[in-house]
C-alpha cells in the first residue's frame, strides 16, 4: 500500500484534531440540583468520566427518612421536560444515589439537552421534588 505525503499529512491532523478534541471533554460535572413542588430537596448531581462509561452521584439534602425517590435522565431542560424518561438511574434513598451510565461519554449528556430528574415516589411519578438541567 502506497501513501502520498499529503495523504498522510491529512490523516495526521484528523488523529490530531480527535485527540485535541478528547482532552478538552469535560472529564466532571456538578449539577445543581433544585428542590420542586414544596419539597425542599436540594442539592448537587456529579458527572465523572470514568473510562467508556459515566458515573452520576446524587447528593440531595432534606429527603424523607423512608423515601425511595426513583431518578431518571429525562430530554429537556427542568422548566420543559420531556416526561419520558430518557436513562433510569437507581433511586434516590436516604439522599444519594450512585449510577453508572455504561458506554457513554459524558459530553453526549451536556448543553442542555437532558435533565436530572428525581420522582417523589413510584407510586407518584407525577411528582417532582428535584430537577437539574446538565449544562
Known amino acids: 500500500m502506497h501513501f502520498s505525503r499529503p495523504g498522510l499529512f491529512i490523516a495526521g491532523f484528523i488523529a490530531l484534531t480527535c485527540t485535541l478534541a478528547q482532552a478538552d471533554a469535560p472529564k466532571s460535572l456538578t449539577v445543581a440540583m433544585a428542590a420542586q413542588n414544596?419539597?425542599?430537596?436540594d442539592?448537587?448531581?456529579t458527572l465523572t468520566q470514568d473510562g467508556s462509561d459515566?458515573?452520576?452521584v446524587v447528593a440531595l439534602k432534606n429527603e424523607p427518612a423512608s423515601a425511595s425517590e426513583p431518578t431518571h435522565i429525562h430530554a429537556g431542560t427542568c422548566s420543559k421536560?420531556?416526561?419520558a424518561p430518557e436513562k433510569p438511574l437507581s433511586s434516590t434513598e436516604s439522599g444519594s444515589t450512585t449510577s453508572v451510565l455504561k458506554d457513554?461519554?459524558?459530553a453526549s449528556l451536556t448543553g442542555g439537552k437532558y435533565s436530572i430528574n428525581v420522582h417523589k415516589s413510584a407510586s407518584d411519578l407525577a411528582t417532582y421534588v428535584s430537577c437539574g438541567t446538565i449544562k
Do not use: D
Open 54 to 56: 459515566v458515573k452520576i
Open 43 to 45: 442539592g448537587t448531581a
Open 38 to 41: 414544596g419539597s425542599k430537596q
Open 81 to 83: 421536560l420531556n416526561p
Open 104 to 106: 457513554t461519554q459524558l
